[in-house]
């Protein structure tokens, strides 16, 4: 049975017993949760992790950590790095994107390595075997494709970014809208490249059961694709991504016939007053299913500061009810990132998800900031680092501007107006 | 005449006609806001100031950089390249709040040196020049911050921040709160430290006449600060904040009637469902008068990353309303800022400006992103550098990571989105 199955059967097992610790939260409402789709809680059958990572209505904003190899640079020690580098950083998941080199190889590494939540999008995998092998990735077989999707179930992803919405019909409602900037997905690219020059349907969508048997043997979590997610603010919300969310939101109800859990990736570049209005139009037409989201990126003219961008998307989307926020790293657009630029993207990412949960009330939130300024006001530097989103960061500043008095900082120095004010008002 | 008094009567200025080719707005609508007081134009009429910037609704969002030295910190050469940095990064405004060194002799170095519109907090020098001189800033005397008043307004300043909110009465109101951090504005506690020790009534509020005879003369900005602002999330918007805010709503119209240009300082730390509620109280209590906020910070926790949780903030600030954002810089609350994190926290207010004035409609704020879109779509990266928000850099990334076709980005290489796409959608 599947964790679905079982929350659906109202049957609490260890698995939820420890999500629902770890996001202290009640069992039983995490059990009805879960089995109303509204909470995902991925794990492979296969995959022995160890914590638990809840997403959905009323927990902690996750984020996910996208890292791996394109075809200009493909070290996996430096991609297993980068998984340790995120994960140290806060970050709730991992997905392997891997595009370069052995791919295979590059995943089980980072599996073995780094132990988090996996995500990886089969289609990659599948595709470039056939660009690699048969002359072009027009050339994969639906063979081709699920039996990546076998090998890597079968190898304990714990979730699947599937690109299912992208349909002849949807790519004939994008043509007509006329964007500015077409499809940036890269598996809605691949996919769109296969449809059109083999003039058939998307066998993610097709053979959209054979897909959901592989997700409910392995007990697999479906992360619906936005294929067609707007690559710019210009495209953003237009009939081409709605066209597609509708889609989704009607596999999401297949999916969840079979006990398989659900989540629907949303955009990628919004205008900021789009964004709630994205998030509940999401809800709603998908019936609670959780929200991943990518940024939302709220301008396209910040190449070498997308992790700013994404930042204050994320922290609207999240305090809209978005449940789990992809991160973006500062030189999206330009390349791919480094280790030092994982990390940023993490705690960006963080400190928006952070800014969300506090908007939407989300109980405990604010008792970290309550903490942190206690810790001002009392001028306790070693606790404002200890309760720093980013500790090591924040102290290895202060020690390289060591002010003249420890009490204060460079920043005011003698005239410290914490200082002063703590004193006139003793008196 | 001030501006206010020419706009109140009707008379077009030259300076309005720049501002409003400036703003690509109507001279006329331009005369009728700044007479109405929702829009300034800032300029001391003692400074040779060549570039109108004009602050408030329905134009493009404004960004203040702080510079200035610290008791810890007080090269002059290190103040005026801030100042040139950040001018050359975007800022449309400078504020020297050094309190270290020779203050006099730094700000007259700034003036000369960089061409902008400038921005002081008087209290500084009067207070400083006390406790260098006098034994303690509480023997500052009216006199003492008067003569700066004057002296500062004799050299060209264009406005000056004033915290004439800041009374015994709010005072006793903010005790009565039971604040986590009390006061963190330096001016605030500058003020606060003054008026406990001498039990006496602020100056700049007791003798607001006094103020506005100076500000009139010399058609200085008058930029009545929050020294009560809250330094935290969990003080925001309390009782203490808005009796302040009723304050300045006052001091207004008091100033209004004098033909002085007002803005309206406000916070500060804010949690992010708080954020469109102040700036929306904020206008009304104070007449639609230009709202300048700091940050807002969307929480405590990132010292280290506060231009991000600024960025968070300015960008909900902006869409909702606020007109001038004062950059924050990533080591708030750990140390002065250097040359880089000057540029830093320029970029990052930038980001947010533009993405608060894409989401409030500003006629022509989406173009640039448009013109980013196409320039993504056809993979033109000369074009993408020289629109980006910070083209040097953008243009280094991508020099320091060259991929191996000229056409993609080493994030996807042969596998780019756009290039597969662009390749099928012509067939």
């Avoid at 990126?297 to 961008?309: E, F, M, N, R, S």
């Amino acid at each position: 049975m599947t964790l679905k199955e079982n929350a659906q059967k109202g049957q609490i097992t260890d698995w939820m017993e420890k999500a629902a610790q770890t996001e202290r939260v009640s069992v039983n409402r995490l059990c009805e949760q879960i089995a109303a789709g509204e909470v995902i809680v991925p794990r492979n059958k296969n995959h022995a992790l160890e914590n638990p990572v809840a997403i959905g209505r009323g927990l902690r904003t996750k984020i996910n950590a996208n890292i791996g190899t394109s075809t200009d640079a493909s070290d996996i020690s430096i991609e297993v790095e980068k998984a340790r580098i995120a994960v140290r950083a806060g970050a709730d998941a991992i997905m392997d994107l891997s595009t370069g080199g052995n791919l295979a190889e590059i995943r089980r590494t980072i599996m073995q390595e780094v132990p988090a939540v996996i995500g990886t999008v089969p289609v990659y995998q599948a595709a470039i075997h056939a660009a690699k092998n048969k002359g072009g990735l027009i050339h994969m077989t639906d063979d081709d494709l699920f039996g990546v999707l076998e090998e890597q179930a079968e190898e304990g992803v714990d979730f699947f970014t599937v690109h299912c919405g992208v349909t002849l019909h949807s790519i004939e409602r994008l043509k007509k809208e006329g964007r500015l900037t077409d499809i940036v997905s890269r598996g809605g690219s691949f996919l769109t490249t296969w449809m059109i020059a083999n003039d058939r349907e998307n066998p993610l969508y097709e053979q959209y059961d054979r897909l959901l048997d592989i997700a409910a043997a392995y007990d697999i979590t479906l992360s619906l694709g936005d294929g067609l997610r707007p690559g710019s603010l210009a495209d953003a919300t237009d009939r081409a991504q709605i066209d597609e969310l509708i889609i989704l939101g009607e596999l999401t109800e297949e999916a969840w016939k079979r006990g398989v859990q659900v989540m629907i990736e949303g955009p990628g570049h919004v205008p900021l007053n789009q964004i709630e209005m994205n998030i509940t139009l999401q809800k709603r037409i998908c019936h609670q299913a959780p929200f991943y989201v990518l940024g939302p990126l709220v301008t396209d003219v910040a190449p070498g500061y997308d992790h700013i961008t994404s930042a204050i998307g994320g922290a609207i989307a999240a305090s809209a009810g978005a449940d789990f926020l992809c991160y973006v790293t500062p030189g999206e657009h330009l390349k791919l990132p480094d280790l030092h630029e994982v990390h940023q993207g993490v705690i960006a990412s963080r400190i928006a998800a952070h800014a969300g949960d506090i908007a939407k009330g989300l109980p405990g939130a604010m008792e970290w900031d309550i903490s942190m300024a206690k810790a001002r006001k009392a001028l306790d530097w070693d606790t404002q680092f200890r309760l720093a989103v980013d500790p090591d960061y924040a102290r290895r500043i202060r020690e390289e501007n060591a002010p003249g008095s420890e009490q204060v900082c460079t920043m005011c120095g003698e005239y410290c107006a914490i200082q002063l004010v703590n004193e006139i008002l003793k008196k």
